[in-house]
Nanobody, 113 residues
Framework: VQLQASGGGLVQAGGSLRLSCAAS????????MAWYRQAPGKTRELVARVTNGGNSNYAGSVKGRFTISRDNGKNAVYLQMNSLKPEDTAVYFC????????WGQGTLVTVSS
């Protein structure tokens, strides 16, 4: 499975961004897709995850502001991020579970105050 993430960038606090991640390869094996993030000097943390049945979970810090969605027909997962805060600044990684875990290359989100 290969994952290609896109959509990061620089945004002011209170703004919005939408991340996209397209999967290719052995996509039929994918169960869970998720977004993780890693801020400078911090460990990678789960932001949101969604199963192939559409069940989703969020980190408490983003609940109510971020929305994860999935298009199984396009083998893609999205993260709509609203009301962004400077503490959301991080490299965001797309993740897919297809037996073993797979990671995308990361896309940088920078939120200025």
């Amino acid at each position: 499975v290969q994952l290609q993430a896109s959509g990061g960038g620089l945004v002011q606090a209170g703004g919005s961004l939408r991340l996209s991640c397209a999967a290719s390869g052995s996509v039929l094996r994918i169960n869970v897709m998720a977004w993780y993030r890693q801020a400078p000097g911090k460990t990678r943390e789960l932001v949101a995850r969604v199963t192939n049945g559409g069940n989703s979970n969020y980190a408490g810090s983003v609940k109510g502001r971020f929305t994860i969605s999935r298009d199984n027909g396009k083998n893609a997962v999205y993260l709509q991020m609203n009301s962004l805060k400077p503490e959301d600044t991080a490299v965001y990684f797309c993740y897919a579970s297809a037996g073993p875990p797979y990671w995308g290359q990361g896309t940088l989100v920078t939120v200025s105050s």
